[in-house]
């Protein structure tokens, strides 16, 4: 009985996603790309809101983003 074991670039553990070289670039773009797509979804929910309130809620995502 002989098995094979392939090896990946990059895995994904606890919303972590580590790369083969530690450099965490993969990572960055997993959580830039999440923002982002957030951030736009965002944009219709700002639409019934007071500047100072979308200000306020735009502020928080973001800090809570970088936060994470």
Do not use: H, N, W
């Amino acid at each position: 009985m002989s098995s094979t074991v392939r090896t990946v670039d990059t895995a994904r553990d606890l919303g972590v996603v580590i790369d083969s070289d530690l450099s965490m670039t993969d990572q960055v773009s997993t959580i830039c790309r999440a923002a982002y797509y957030q951030l736009r979804q965002l944009r219709t929910v700002t639409r019934c809101l007071t500047p100072e309130a979308t200000k306020s809620t735009v502020q928080a995502f973001i800090s809570c983003r970088l936060d994470y």
